[in-house]
């Protein structure tokens, strides 16, 4: 979404880190922390939440590669 929290603009971590960003997740902290509690990785407890879905595009983009 080019945006990290609101506040950093994904342009601006690219440049400052040099590196490309291939892809952000949205913050769930409630979900993530609820997950994690349960030993259970978030995209197979809860595999419809957008956290989730960010989190498979990543992998699927990290496997391409």
């Known amino acids: 979404n080019g945006v990290v929290d609101s506040i950093i603009k994904i342009k601006d971590f690219e440049n400052t880190?040099?590196?490309?960003?291939?892809?952000?997740?949205?913050?769930?902290?409630?979900?993530?922390?609820?997950?994690?509690?349960?030993?259970i990785p978030i995209v197979l407890s809860s595999p419809k939440l957008q956290m989730s879905k960010e989190i498979a595009v990543i992998a699927k983009k990290i496997s391409e590669s």
């Open 17 to 39: 880190l040099s590196v490309n960003v291939i892809g952000s997740i949205c913050r769930d902290t409630k979900n993530a922390v609820a997950s994690l509690n349960k030993g």
